[in-house]
C-alpha cells in the first residue's frame, strides 16, 4: 500500500507496531477463535498419536489443557490460554536445578537462540518452563501444528540434557551433556 510519506517511515512504523497497540479482541472474535482451537484440538486427538489427552478450562476462561506423551520425557502438558490480544502457551519442563546452576541456565540460555516462538523461562519457585505466544490474527492451524510440534521438539531435545547438568548427582553420571553448547 503506497504512502504519503515519500521516506516510507510511516509504512516500517506501522509495522513494528506493539502486539498491545492492537485493538482487542471482542467477545464474539474470541469465542470464534476459541472454537477454532477446539476444533483443531478435537482433530489433533484424534490423528495425532503424541497428543494423549485434552481437557478445557473452567466455565468463563479460555484456557486448553493438551497432554502429550514423549520418549525423552515421558509425559508433559502444553497450556494455551486465549487473552484479548494473545494466545499464550507454556509447557512445563522441569523443577529448578539443585547443582550446576550457572552451567544449567547458561545451557537453557544458549538454547534460546535456536528456539522460534518460545523461550526458556523461570517460573514459581524457579522451575523452568517453555513459553511463547502468538498474536490472535496469527492464530491458525498451521501456526497452531507449529506451535505444538516445536514445543514437542524443544522438550524432547531440551529435557535430557539439562536433566544431566541440573541434577548430576541424583543420575550418578557426569554434570555435561555432550556438549555444553548443544
Not at 519457585?125 to 491458525?140: I, M, R, S, T, Y
Request: glycine share 8%.
Amino acid at each position: 500500500m503506497a504512502s504519503d510519506d515519500p521516506s516510507g517511515d510511516a509504512d516500517r512504523a506501522a509495522r513494528r507496531e506493539p502486539s498491545d497497540a492492537r485493538a482487542p479482541f471482542s467477545e464474539t472474535e474470541l469465542a470464534h477463535l476459541g472454537l477454532r482451537i477446539d476444533d483443531w484440538l478435537a482433530r489433533q486427538l484424534r490423528e495425532n498419536d503424541t497428543v494423549a489427552a485434552v481437557d478445557r478450562g473452567g466455565p468463563g476462561e479460555r484456557r486448553w489443557y493438551v497432554r502429550l506423551s514423549g520418549e525423552e520425557k515421558s509425559t508433559f502438558t502444553i497450556w494455551f490460554t486465549l487473552g484479548q490480544r494473545t494466545l499464550h502457551y507454556e509447557t512445563y519442563v522441569m523443577p529448578a536445578p539443585e547443582e550446576n546452576h550457572e552451567r544449567f541456565y547458561e545451557h537453557l540460555l544458549r538454547r534460546n537462540l535456536k528456539l522460534y516462538g518460545a523461550a526458556f523461562a523461570i517460573g514459581e519457585e524457579d522451575a523452568v518452563f517453555l513459553v511463547g505466544q502468538l498474536a490472535n490474527e496469527a492464530v491458525d492451524e498451521p501456526e497452531l501444528d507449529r506451535v505444538l510440534g516445536s514445543l514437542y521438539a524443544y522438550v524432547e531435545q531440551c529435557f535430557r540434557p539439562a536433566l544431566a547438568i541440573g541434577f548430576a548427582s541424583r543420575l550418578g553420571g557426569a554434570s555435561r551433556p555432550d556438549s555444553p553448547h548443544t
